[in-house]
């Protein structure tokens, strides 16, 4: 880790090879719609980041942005790039339709508020790292917020991110951390005195935040709380995620009942609950289906505490 780039030898950004299969693979909201809205049919909104006023690079993971060939770049492009202000080529913006189980509860649609998909980037090895830039302003499911971050979470979460990371728990990555002269409001303590704050962006990395709460958009009314999932009734859309999900992460299972796919989702379904509880035996903590990504890594890093997991998620095949 380290607070400038460092790491000569690397490649520009320029060079990012990107393979944005997501976007082509998943239905898309095109619309350009503004404001909060419920977004049915799609997995996707296309969106494009609030640029920032003079954007500064706070830190970076040098290990992190080596997973995407880059090395060695001067602090006020990786600024540029990972505020959202000047994006690198190949790079699509969007942002991730999903639901969530909270505290046992159904919370219906909720997505990405606040994170910004800029692609997928195929690494020197070949592997896939997804991009998502957190803090980078509104999208169609910010709700009554203003789809920003402040620079003490932002820290927070970059840090959090590494460490977890090189104590050997599975967790996105943190990229970059990009700090600006633009302000928001924020009342730190809940106390009735807010102040402002200046926004601050941070890179997250990671194989896919496509989550448990991916696939609970295609929720029927809840016996409970009475919500449903945006895309309520869109069998052919979870087919649809099922056979992106399952052919893109988990290869070896497909290669395994590549004429079977009951069979297959069985297989997956195993593969699923094996992992989470793996996941849960190493992270302590609040976990809702919004926080658990289908390859297995943890995220959103706020306030930790220290109780008993309140996962709940039901996962249909």
């Known amino acids: ?32 719609e503004a404001g909060s809205r419920q977004v049915p049919g799609a997995c996707f909104s296309l969106v494009r980041p609030t640029p920032v006023e003079t954007p500064r690079l706070v830190a970076c993971s040098v290990a992190a942005l080596r997973l995407l060939g880059l090395g060695g770049l001067p602090d006020d492009e ?25 505290f046992g509860s159904f919370a219906g649609q909720l997505g990405d508020g606040a994170a910004i998909y800029l692609g997928e980037v195929l690494g020197p090895r070949g592997q896939r790292w997804e991009l998502q830039i957190k803090g980078a302003g509104p999208t169609p499911y910010s709700r009554q917020s203003d789809g920003r971050k402040v620079l003490r979470s932002s820290i927070r979460e970059f840090l959090c991110s590494e460490a977890m990371h090189h104590l050997g728990i599975p967790t996105t990555r943190g990229g970059t951390c990009v700090t600006s002269d633009s302000k928001v409001i924020r009342d730190v303590f809940y106390d009735g005195h807010p102040k402002y704050e200046r926004c601050t962006i941070v890179l997250r990395v990671a194989p896919t935040f496509l989550r448990f709460g991916s696939f609970e958009i295609f929720k029927d009314v809840d016996e409970q709380t009475g919500r449903r999932g945006p895309s309520s009734g869109r069998n052919d859309i979870k ?39 793996f996941l849960i035996t190493l992270f302590v903590a609040t976990l809702h289906s919004k926080r658990i990504q289908v390859c297995f890594t943890a995220i959103y890093f706020e306030i930790v505490t220290m109780q008993k997991c309140s996962f709940s998620c039901t996962f249909q095949i």
Not at 247 to 271: C, L, M, S
Request: aromatic share 8%; net charge positive.
């Open 78 to 102: 990786l600024a540029q790039c990972f505020s959202g202000n000047r994006l690198p080529p190949g790079a699509q913006t969007a942002a991730h339709c999903y639901c969530g189980h909270q």
């Open 1 to 32: 880790m380290s607070s400038s780039s460092g790491g000569g030898g690397g490649a520009g950004l320029h060079t990012l090879r990107f393979d944005n299969l997501a976007l082509r693979s998943l239905p898309v909201d095109g619309s350009g």
């Open 239 to 277: 087919i649809q995620m099922l056979d992106y999900v399952i052919g893109t992460f988990y290869p070896e299972i497909q290669q395994a009942h590549p004429k079977d796919k009951a069979q297959r989702n069985a297989a997956f379904f195993r593969e699923v609950r094996i992992c989470q509880l």
